[in-house]
């Protein structure tokens, strides 16, 4: 059975740096083609991707948050962490973690229960 | 990257059928064949119906197709059922750059 959870703080302070860790079950980043992607969803919000890292290390951002992102993995915990920096309100969000198949399932196949972030001081 | 564009809502009453409507540019949904479809019920992750434009995973009714045309690709849901009754978003893949924008959401009302 595949099974992602996300897990991190709930409330973090503006300008300081988030970090958030996908721990998932039942595939391994080492396979070709297996990647695992983070996405957050404002309170009553439409879904926005966030970044993506492949079975190959290649990591991709989203073109409008690039400067303030990072992440990496580590196959060994079956593990992928993001790295948002000067966090501010407005990214206050439900944070979600989801794998995609490359050349199965080109798609976000499945994905964690979502973590909850808030940005207040 | 400007989000997909989506009718913020859609309706229909049990039975029917419903067609939502996702567009984009000839940068993202008029030239990649990898659109998906996310099904999401209030407070709940959402959930993968459509991938490759019209493909289907295992376990997920064929009440749900999807097709593109052009710079617009669409999920029909054929029957409504009650638990049809959920949020759906689109998402596209759109290049190397800055692979993948989701669309506007769409709330669909079973009457």
């Known amino acids: 059975q595949v099974t992602l959870k996300e897990s991190g703080p709930a409330v973090v302070k503006p300008t300081q740096t988030l970090t958030l860790t996908c721990t998932f079950s039942?595939?391994?980043?080492?396979?070709?083609?297996?990647?695992v992607s983070w996405i957050r969803q404002p309170p009553g919000k439409a879904l926005e991707w966030l970044a993506r890292?492949?079975?190959?290390?290649?990591?991709s951002y989203s073109t409008s948050l690039k400067t303030r992102l990072t992440i990496s993995k580590d196959t060994s915990k079956n593990q992928v962490v993001l790295a948002m920096t000067n966090m501010d309100p407005v990214d206050t969000a439900t944070y979600y973690c989801?794998?995609?198949?490359?050349?199965?399932?080109?798609?976000?196949?499945?994905w964690g229960q979502g973590t909850v972030v808030t940005v207040s001081s | 990257q400007s989000a997909l564009t989506q009718p913020p809502s859609a309706s229909g009453s049990p039975g029917q059928s419903v067609t939502i409507s996702c567009t984009g540019t000839?940068?993202?949904?008029?030239?990649?064949?990898?659109i998906s479809w996310y099904q999401q019920h209030p407070d709940k992750a959402p959930k993968l119906i459509i991938y490759?434009?019209?493909k289907r995973p295992s376990g997920v009714p064929d009440r749900f197709s999807g097709s593109k045309s052009g710079n617009t690709a669409s999920l029909t849901v054929s029957g409504l059922q009650t638990e049809d009754e959920a949020d759906y978003y689109c998402?596209?893949?759109?290049?190397?750059?800055?692979?993948?924008?989701f669309g506007t959401g769409t709330k669909v009302t079973v009457l």
């Open positions: 989801a794998r995609m198949r490359v050349g199965v399932y080109d798609a976000f196949d499945i």
């Open positions: 039942g595939f391994s980043l080492n396979t070709n083609g297996m990647c």
């Open positions: 890292i492949e079975w190959d290390d290649y990591k």
């Open positions: 000839s940068s993202d949904v008029g030239y990649y064949n990898y």
């Open positions: 490759e434009v019209s």
């Open positions: 998402n596209a893949y759109a290049g190397a750059t800055n692979p993948y924008v």
